[in-house]
């Protein structure tokens, strides 16, 4: 698949945004006026952040409001209604404890389940896919949860819980890489399926339709990026989970705890360019390329 | 809008005979042709007289050699456009409604005006069906010609997507799959016509008839061989005795 910047961009930060939301609302850290403001201003300048990057990509991007009429089938448009949902109630939520001192735990909680039913809907977007078997595995939600988690409880600055989230985030980032590696094979797709002309032989892709590229192969087929991938993974794993983890078991600074949430951010965007693109789309396959 | 509908009362679609297909892409031409002037947004092209042309089509055909265990390969003519899926993928996962399966023939069409191009049902279509027009922003993708097969304005025998009715092999045929009398039903029973990946149980509508098997080379390669063959093994005469000369000169033969 094609790593375009604007997904990436929106998967990174809103997944840390959101992951954030989850702990603010439910109280961690407990603060209340100008700090709660500040934990609240970067947990939107995230969220909201990445969702706008989103629409970048979009060829109409003045329709979007359209993409919130079909949440009974299309998870793209339950992602809209969950993230509009959450926003809103962690504003309400927000108004009360930067202004009013006042924590309204329920709607906190409420809007804690929605923010993470958000990083939810994003992953399923992905997951869904069949034609993409790296990314049709149950392991793709776990990462995109366990990793927002993990971001969430950095930024709010929740050493105890970061820890342990920051363990399992690397433990599926690990298991993630190991079987999305064997996932196209074990679809079993491959020219021969793909054409009905492998019970005949062994098929080889002879004359492309055309000498030029398409959009098909633009967005779909990206093998450039790939040559890279080992040495990606070891900066992506050291960056979003080794290098945080070190920080935390150090006696806390502000200046340490600043570099833990860069390095994760880093090594999280890192991850994400890999999930994009090392994604086989099948519709490589009628070109001969995966 | 985009749940996909239970059933529909007609499955039109196409047949794609893979043993007629000669290749000439006059079907890829033709429906470029005939979509880019008629239903919704023209299909453009990139940089069509530069270094690195590129353009929206919603038909290709792709040329795929099969090497069988033993025997000589064969190469196979690949049509491809929108194969009209029963479970269609891409209509379920459009966000906004534009992406849509008729109930009254089972055509999946795109309403052009409701797409934001976010391209997700580009993603989910594993046949790449489905292209983004670069100029228009919004996906296209094959009607199967909606606006000539019901359209009285012309004749008769003009109503049926512009690749079936410009296929000069007759590899292409259109008709209605839920009807098992029709042209299509039985050309499928009749030659064995099959899905193509069959494992993302889409269930397309659309069938692709497979190669006939190649006539089998005997040892005789022609009828007249025979008479073709050698009459004179060992040279005589003159020759012979060139021959037998030039052997004796040192530097051997080959």
């Avoid at chain 1, 603010?24 to 939107?44: K, Q």
């Avoid at chain 2, 606006?147 to 296929?167: A, G, H, K, M, Q």
Wanted: proline content about 6%; hydrophobic content about 45%.
């Amino acid at each position: 698949m094609h790593p375009a910047p604007s997904v990436i961009v929106f998967t990174t930060l809103s997944g840390l945004g959101f992951g954030l939301l989850f702990f603010l609302g439910l109280g961690l850290p407990d603060v209340t006026g100008w700090v709660a403001f500040t934990f609240f201003a970067i947990a939107y300048a995230l969220a909201v952040g990445g969702l706008m990057a989103s629409t970048f990509h979009l060829g109409h991007p003045e329709r979007a409001l359209k993409a919130f009429t079909q949440w009974k089938s299309s998870w793209l448009s339950r992602e809209g209604w969950c993230a509009v949902i959450a926003l809103v109630l962690m504003g309400l939520y927000a108004l009360g404890v930067v202004f009013l001192g006042q924590r309204w735990g329920l709607l906190g909680l409420l809007g804690s389940v929605f923010s993470i039913l958000t990083v939810f809907t994003t992953s399923m977007i992905y997951t869904q896919l069949r034609t993409i078997p790296r990314w049709n595995m149950k392991l793709t939600p776990a990462m995109f949860l366990s990793f927002s988690l993990a971001g969430g409880a950095l930024l709010a600055g929740q050493v105890g819980a970061a820890l342990p989230l920051l363990l399992v985030a690397a433990l599926v980032q690990l298991g993630y890489w190991q079987m999305g590696d064997r996932a196209l094979a074990h679809s079993g797709t491959d020219l021969g399926t793909a054409t009905g002309l492998g019970t005949r032989g062994s098929v080889r892709a002879f004359e492309p339709p055309h000498t030029g590229t398409n959009y098909l192969l633009r967005e779909f087929v990206h093998v450039v990026g790939r040559k890279h991938s080992d040495k990606l993974r070891i900066i992506a794993f050291g960056l979003a989970f080794v290098v945080p983890g070190i920080l935390l078991l150090l006696p806390f600074g502000h200046l340490f705890a600043l570099i833990a949430v860069l390095s994760h951010l880093a090594g999280v965007a890192t991850s994400r360019w890999l999930f994009f693109a090392q994604a086989e789309h099948v519709v490589g396959l009628y070109y001969g390329k995966r | 809008m985009t749940e996909l509908p239970t059933t529909t009362e007609r499955k039109m679609g196409l047949v794609i005979d893979l043993d007629t297909c000669v290749g000439c892409h006059a079907c890829v031409i033709s429906c470029k042709g005939w979509n880019t002037e008629n239903y919704g947004a023209p299909l453009s092209d990139q940089n069509p007289y530069g270094a690195d042309p590129s353009g929206t089509f919603l038909n290709r055909v792709h040329s795929y050699e099969v090497q069988p265990e033993t025997g000589p390969a064969q190469l196979i003519h690949f049509p491809k456009s929108c194969l009209h899926c029963e479970d269609a993928p891409c209509v379920t996962v459009c966000p906004t409604g534009a992406s849509y399966k008729r109930v009254e023939d089972g055509i999946v069409l795109v309403n052009e005006s409701d797409c934001i191009g976010c391209g997700l049902c580009a993603w989910s279509c594993p046949y790449g069906a489905r292209e983004l027009d670069q100029a228009e922003g919004v996906m296209k993708k094959c009607t199967l010609c909606v606006d000539r097969i019901y359209n009285e304005n012309l004749p008769e025998e003009d109503r049926v997507p512009s690749c079936v009715r410009t296929c000069p092999a007759g590899a292409r045929h259109f008709g209605d799959f839920a009807d098992p009398d029709s042209h299509v039903s039985k050309l499928t029973a009749e030659r064995g016509g099959m899905d193509l990946m069959p494992e993302m149980d889409t269930k397309p509508v659309n069938k692709y008839l497979p190669p006939r098997p190649k006539d089998q080379i005997d040892e005789q390669i022609d009828i007249l061989a025979p008479l073709l063959a050698p009459v004179a093994e060992e040279a005589g005469g003159f020759l012979g005795w060139l021959d037998k000369a030039l052997d004796k000169m040192p530097g051997g033969s080959r």
